[in-house]
């Protein structure tokens, strides 16, 4: 079954210091998102990304973070600089269209920040 | 803005017996409404869609969606150890849009032996 890939799969970073997390969409999905859940709390939703560019952006996603399609398979996430609050585990997911269709996510990237 | 509600819980159920969670949304605007199941440490998985009132069955899993009370649920039936986990609700108004979904913050099932 097709599935989303993540990496890293746990990351360990100094407050300040830029973190890139990776995702590998499924191949024939055209939508792909960033979600995260600080632990104990609901899954949030953080950004959309449709043909090359942000489609929707939440009030988390401010100018720390940034996500790129550099190539035709991966996904990325970055955060410029890094705070403490920013510990969480953070979900990629992809879909084949929008609005009513299935989420698929990956299995996440838990960054701890110390 | 935008909230789905659930009960915490936990709700513990026998095995064998019904589990019944259940999800009130605010927003009238709402299309689709999915269960996702997540398990400690792990990632949300798709257990069922549904964007129609009424309900909708798929296996030991029924969901209801009654968008005038703004309500949806899930039942399990012949709920077994397996099914302990966190159920997440969630939301988005199925538009044309690039529209996120909308999380609850879960209900916690625990289905005891």
């Known amino acids: 079954e097709p599935e989303v890939t993540q990496t890293p799969s746990h990351q360990v970073t100094q407050m300040g210091q830029e973190v890139i997390l990776r995702c590998v969409p499924i191949?024939?999905?055209?939508?792909f998102y960033w979600y995260r859940q600080i632990l104990g709390q609901k899954v949030e939703f953080l950004v959309s990304?449709?043909?090359?560019?942000?489609?929707?952006k939440s009030e988390i996603f401010d100018d720390q973070f940034s996500v790129e399609r550099p190539d035709g398979s991966n996904f990325t996430l970055k955060i410029r600089s890094t705070k403490l609050e920013d510990s969480a585990m953070y979900f990629c997911?992809?879909?084949?269209?929008?609005?009513?269709?299935?989420?698929?996510f990956g299995a996440g990237s838990r960054l701890t920040v110390l | 803005q935008k909230e789905v509600e659930q009960n915490s819980g936990p709700l513990s159920v026998p095995e064998g017996a019904i589990a019944s969670l259940n999800c009130t949304y605010s927003?009238?605007?709402?299309?689709?409404f999915f269960w996702y199941r997540q398990y400690s440490g792990k990632s949300p998985e798709l257990i069922m869609s549904?964007?129609?009132?009424g309900d909708k069955e798929d296996g030991r899993f029924t969901a209801q969606l009654n968008k005038a009370s703004q309500y949806v649920s899930l039942l399990i039936r012949d709920s077994q150890p397996s099914d302990s986990a966190t159920y997440l609700c969630?939301?988005?108004?199925?538009?044309?849009?690039?529209?996120?979904?909308?999380f609850g913050k879960g209900t916690r099932l625990s289905v005891i032996a």
């Open positions: 990304f449709y043909n090359n560019e942000i489609s929707e």
């Open positions: 997911a992809s879909s084949v269209n929008s609005g009513a269709n299935v989420l698929t």
């Open positions: 969630a939301v988005n108004n199925g538009g044309s849009g690039n529209t996120p979904l909308v």
């Open positions: 927003d009238r605007g709402s299309q689709s």
């Open positions: 191949s024939n999905h055209l939508y």
């Open positions: 549904i964007y129609s009132n």
